[in-house]
């Protein structure tokens, strides 16, 4: 047995990733943009040199068991990715193209059921059998855990909570094609999107005013909102309560112990918890009520994701082209 695993997470805008040890300790990590490359060949190609940067630097050749990816939608099944509405290249057979570059056995999860897998690795999961690990990125992705096992479902594509349907009439139109989905709102893009239909409706003064409202990013919605903005305040009032209304709708599917966050509109703090919370309450089947924790997750902002696609690393066998989509 080799004594690193690679792990990579592949995200909507960054794809980080690092090189981790039989106890978890990520050794070395690094990071390219996603969204660089329209061409996958191209993205895969500055992936490996990268990665095998990172490897010299810290005299890993040859000393690596398996890499585990984190993607949205992929599917751990088959190893491919299909239909990933936030990447440049929709769908391919992501395992088997890796393996091929890298020459080494790759395994792959969704992202947010790696994320999962490493929270409840090493972080505030640790000890949890049943979770909803929700991720509020580019988009909103899930991971649910029941009796310690992440749910894949018969065909490796369970557990996307950021696509159930909030609005049934009149949602926005959210980037996998339907109206109305959790993502089109709770995620930082939704958040941005918040803050430009509320600027556009209401008039009052806001700092939000003083920038090109095409430019709004959900961390100036955020410094806003810190700097005593109401209507900044609103958009999250806004966000956490439809989040939390989701959320009390997911209860009665699993009855999880936990709702955990994470991503960077998490860690915007009692602006968005404090109406999640209580807007789930709320909302909530009498039998759940009070049931529930919320929390944060206590891994840094990628070791989430990437410790939990590490996990995969050590399981991972070579692909059967067939198997692989080809």
Known sequence: MKPYVLGIDIGGTNTVFGIVDARGNVIASSSIKTQKHANFEDYLE???????????????????????????????YNGCIDNAVNLPWP??????????????????????????LGEMTYGAARGLKDFIMITLGTG?????????????????????????????????????????????????????????????????????????????????VYDAAMQGDQLAKDIFNFTGTLLGEAMADMMVFSSPEAFILFGGLAKSGELIMRPLRDAMERNMLSMFKGKAKVILSELKEADAAVLGASALGWEAKPMPAAVAGL
């Open 140 to 220: 909103v992705g899930s991971g649910v855990v029941i009796n310690g096992q992440v749910v894949y479902g018969h065909d490796g594509l369970a557990g996307e909570l950021g696509h159930v349907i909030i609005k049934r009439n009149n949602g926005r139109l959210c980037g996998c094609g339907r109206t109305g989905c959790l993502e089109a709102y709770c995620s930082a893009t939704g958040v941005a999107r918040t803050a430009r239909e509320f600027l556009e409706a209401r008039s009052e003064p806001s700092l939000l005013r003083n920038m090109p409202v095409e430019d709004i990013t959900s961390k100036d």
């Open 46 to 76: 500055e992936l490996y040199v990268e990665a095998q940067r990172l490897i010299e630097l810290n005299d890993a050749v040859d000393k690596i068991q398996g890499i585990g990816i984190g993607a949205p939608n992929a599917n751990y």
């Open 91 to 116: 769908s391919l057979p992501l395992a088997h193209l890796v393996s091929d570059k890298f020459g080494i056995p790759v395994a792959v999860t969704n992202d947010a059921n790696a994320a999962a």
